[in-house]
C-alpha cells in the first residue's frame, strides 16, 4: 500500500511534546517490565504445572522481551517476526510485508520504535510479546495480562450487581418505548471503556462506583454525541425488512467491567426485540493489556454462571445459551491484531469486511479501534467523522470512545481550543468521550 501524501501525518514519537512519544518513552517499558516480573514471578507455578522445562521458558521469554526493551529504548530498528508454527492462522506475512512498506515510506531508512508510526510500533510490540511465548515449548497459550484482567472484574462486582438489577428491570421492555433505556445501555458501554489497564500501564483500573447514577452528569462531557440515531436506525431495519434478522455487531475493547457492559447491551437489544442476533469480535491474541480474548469472554461467563448472587448466576446461563442458539456469535479474526488501520481491511482482509457489511449497525468499542478508525492521524480536530474514515464504510457504524490518546475528530468549531485552554491534557485522561455515527455503506 503506498502512502498518501494528501493524509495528515500518522502520530509518533519522533514528536516529543506528543502523547505518542510519552507512550513510547514511558509506558511501554513500564508495560513490558510487568510482563517480565509476572513471568519470573511465574516459574514455580509453571514447574508445578508442566515440569521444569517451563521454568527454562519462563527464562528464555523473560531474555527476549527485555532484549525488546532494550531495542525499544534505544531506539533500534524494527525486526521481522518470526513464523509460529502453533497459529493456525498465520499472520507473519501480514506484519512483515507491513514492515517492508514502512521501510518503503522512509525513503528505505528503517522503521524504529521512535520513528516510526506510534500505532505501529505499539502494535509491534504486543505482536512481539505474543511471539517469545508462542516461540516457548511449555507456555504458548499462556496469556501474561490473564490475572489482571480477571481482577479487573472480581475488584468490580459491587458495579456489576447493581448494572445486573438495572437491566432486570427493563427486563420486558417493547420495541415501541425502549429507546430510553437502549440509550442508557449505550451510555454505561461507553463509560465503562474508562476501565483500561493499557492506559494505567497495568495498574489496577476497576469500577467500583454505580455505573448508572452519574450518566446525566457525565453526558456533558460527551462532546459528540449521536447516540439518538442508534436506535432509530436498527428499527428500521426491522421495518425495512421483517422477514430479515436484524443484526448488531459490537468491535470489543477491554475485559473486566467493560466487557459486561457490553454483554448487558447486547441482552437488552435482544430482549427488547431491537435485534435479533449480536455478533460480537474479540481478539485472537492478548492484545494492549486488557483487550477481550476467546478465554476472557468465556471465563466472564462462566464466572458470572458460578456466582453465589442468583441474578448474576442466572444471566451466565442465559449468555450460555445465547451462544449455544447462536443469537450471539462470538469470533476473533487476526485482522484485529495486526497494525493495519480500518481503511486497509478491505485490501487486507476481504473476508471481514465483507462480513460486517452483513451487519445493521457496528459499534466500535475504545481508544484503540478510535485511532484505527481515523489512522492515527493528526486530523485537525473539526475534520467530519466521516471523512477521517477514509472510505471504511462496510455499514452504518458508531464509535463509543473515552479519549485516550491526543486525536480527535468531527468537533464542533472552537470546542478544542477550549477544553485546551482549561486542560492541556484532556484528549488523554479519559474524562472526556464521542459517540460518533456514520450511516454511509461502500460495499
Known amino acids: 500500500m503506498m502512502a498518501d501524501t494528501t493524509l495528515p501525518e500518522r502520530l509518533s514519537a519522533k514528536f516529543t511534546d506528543t502523547f505518542a512519544y510519552q507512550t513510547v518513552k514511558d509506558r511501554l517499558p513500564i508495560i513490558l517490565t510487568k510482563v517480565i516480573n509476572t513471568l519470573y514471578t511465574f516459574r514455580k507455578q509453571a514447574a508445578q504445572k508442566h515440569g521444569e ?11 527476549r522481551l527485555s532484549k525488546l526493551k532494550n531495542e525499544m529504548q534505544t531506539d533500534k530498528p524494527v525486526l521481522p517476526l518470526t513464523p509460529l508454527t502453533d497459529i493456525e492462522e498465520q499472520d507473519v506475512d501480514i506484519w512483515n510485508g507491513y514492515l517492508e512498506e514502512e521501510v518503503f515510506r522512509n525513503k528505505g ?22 511471539e517469545a511465548i508462542h516461540l516457548s515449548t511449555a507456555l504458548q ?105 436484524v443484526r448488531l455487531d459490537i468491535i470489543l475493547d477491554n475485559a473486566g467491567f467493560e466487557l459486561f457492559t457490553d454483554l448487558c447491551l447486547a441482552e437488552f437489544a ?27 469472554f468465556m471465563w466472564t461467563i462462566d464466572t458470572l454462571q458460578n456466582h453465589r448472587d442468583n441474578l448474576l448466576s442466572s444471566l451466565g446461563k442465559s449468555w450460555h445459551r445465547r451462544l449455544s442458539s447462536k443469537q450471539w456469535d462470538i469470533s476473533g479474526h487476526k485482522f484485529w491484531t495486526t497494525p493495519h488501520d480500518y481503511s486497509e481491511m478491505k485490501q487486507v482482509s476481504p473476508d471481514l469486511y465483507e462480513e460486517l457489511s452483513r451487519s445493521d449497525l457496528v459499534l466500535f468499542k475504545g481508544d484503540l479501534n478510535y485511532r484505527k478508525l481515523i489512522g492515527d ?26 479519549s485516550k490518546a491526543d486525536l480527535i475528530v468531527g468537533l464542533p468549531e472552537g470546542l478544542s481550543e477550549e477544553l485546551t485552554s482549561k486542560d492541556k491534557d484532556w484528549m488523554v485522561t479519559g474524562e472526556y468521550a464521542v459517540i460518533q455515527y456514520c450511516g454511509m455503506r461502500n460495499l
Open 109 to 130: 531508512e528503517p522503521a524504529s520504535f521512535f520513528q516510526s508510526a506510534w500505532l505501529y510500533v505499539e502494535c509491534y510490540m504486543y505482536r512481539k510479546i505474543m
Open 141 to 245: 497459550s499462556f496469556d501474561p495480562f490473564g490475572e489482571q484482567k480477571r481482577n479487573a472484574l472480581l475488584q468490580s462486582l459491587q458495579a456489576v450487581t447493581l448494572l445486573s438489577n438495572y437491566l432486570e428491570e427493563h427486563a420486558h421492555d417493547k420495541p415501541d418505548n425502549a429507546q430510553q433505556a437502549f440509550d442508557q445501555f449505550v451510555q454505561i458501554s461507553l463509560w465503562g471503556n474508562k476501565c483500561d489497564l493499557s492506559i494505567s500501564a497495568g495498574v489496577e483500573n476497576s469500577q467500583k462506583i454505580d455505573p448508572i447514577g452519574p450518566l446525566q452528569n457525565l453526558q456533558s462531557h460527551i462532546l459528540v454525541n449521536d447516540m439518538h440515531k442508534l436506535f432509530p436506525i436498527l428499527r428500521e431495519a426491522r421495518t425495512k425488512d421483517p422477514s430479515k434478522k
Open 270 to 296: 435482544i430482549r427488547a426485540g431491537i435485534v435479533d442476533v449480536v455478533h460480537m469480535h474479540y481478539k485472537a491474541m492478548p492484545w494492549f493489556v486488557s483487550d477481550v480474548t476467546y478465554q476472557d
Open 53 to 63: 522445562e517451563a521454568v527454562q521458558d519462563c527464562k528464555t521469554i523473560v531474555s
Open 377 to 402: 492521524r493528526s486530523w485537525e480536530h473539526t475534520i467530519p467523522y466521516a471523512e477521517a474514515l477514509c472510505g471504511f464504510h462496510p455499514a452504518p457504524q458508531c464509535a463509543l470512545r473515552t
